[in-house]
Nanobody
Framework: QVQLVESGGGLVQAGGSLRLSCAAS????????MGWFRQAPGKEREFVAV????????YYADSVKGRFTISRDNAKNTVYLQMNILRPEDTAIYYC?????????????????WGQGTQVTVSS
């Protein structure tokens, strides 16, 4: 089992920045690729970013590429999402997730463990 707890959400004006953190406990954190997803009201949960076990590979949704950066610190069992140049359409609940898949995946169904989410609201 892996327990995930997100933090760092809040209210920010368009153009601003936030840094989300996700602290993991339980099984060895470094054995999991880690992803960030988000879900806006009335919409399906969507992929935002993923990082490989070592942190050497990263992949982003087109909608956040160039604005968001995913990183991890395996010594601290934490994954981060730095969000810059935020837009109102980034408003959502943001979730971190851990995948037991062998590969590097952006599909919701491939993630086995989820945090409770943190709200990000971007005002125009």
């Amino acid at each position: 089992q892996v327990q995930l707890v997100e933090s760092g959400g809040g209210l920010v004006q368009a153009g601003g920045s936030l840094r989300l953190s996700c602290a993991a406990s339980g099984r060895t954190f470094s054995s999991f690729p880690m992803g960030w997803f988000r879900q806006a009201p009335g919409k399906e949960r969507e992929f935002v970013a993923v990082i490989s076990r070592s942190g050497g590979n990263k992949y982003y949704a087109d909608s956040v590429k160039g604005r968001f950066t995913i990183s991890r610190d395996n010594a601290k069992n934490t994954v981060y999402l730095q969000m810059n140049i935020l837009r109102p359409e980034d408003t959502a609940i943001y979730y971190c997730a851990a995948s037991s898949s062998v590969g590097f995946t952006m599909f919701v169904g491939d993630y086995d463990y989820w945090g409770q989410g943190t709200q990000v609201t971007v005002s125009s």
